[in-house]
């Protein structure tokens, strides 16, 4: 898997942004495995070039201890030559159709402590997977 990936990966959602393939991992195998029972992918449509890719696809998500539900989900993953691969270095999630909010979607000051907040939940996940507490 780490090889489709940059060492220095992003990954940016509505509540979280990581970066680095460490951090990824932390969050994507730890603590998803912790929380979720069950995903299922419905593919909508995709789009790309050799930049980017657009996934847009509905999941249908099983937590550990609430019943399923759905979710739809548009996926921006940016794509990087590295050593005569193609690697992936972003991922933007948008959920349900709402844009991220960020300095440039809203006023500023508001946006910029959302894009803040986000980072702030993805270092906490981290810490929290690391240190096995989840």
């Not at 220095?8 to 495995?33: C, H, I, K, P």
């Not at 019943?67 to 991922?91: A, C, D, M, W």
């Not at 440039?104 to 986000?118: A, C, F, M, N, V």
Request: net charge negative; proline share 4%; hydrophobic share 40%.
């Amino acid at each position: 898997l780490i090889a489709h990936f940059s060492p220095d990966v992003r990954y940016e959602d509505q509540m979280v942004r990581l970066e680095g393939w460490e951090e990824y991992q932390a969050v994507f195998v730890t603590v998803w495995r912790s929380f979720i029972e069950d995903i299922e992918f419905e593919i909508e449509s995709i789009q790309h070039n050799e930049e980017l890719m657009l996934l847009e696809m509905t999941l249908m998500i099983t937590p550990s201890y609430l019943p399923t539900f759905s979710l739809y989900v548009r996926t921006y993953f940016y794509f990087e030559e590295e050593n005569g691969h193609q690697k992936i270095y972003k991922i933007k999630e948008e959920w349900n159709g709402a844009p991220q909010i960020n300095e440039q979607s809203t006023i500023p000051l508001l946006g910029k402590l959302h894009s803040k907040l986000r980072r702030f939940h993805g270092v906490i996940c981290v810490f929290l997977a690391e240190k096995g507490y989840i």
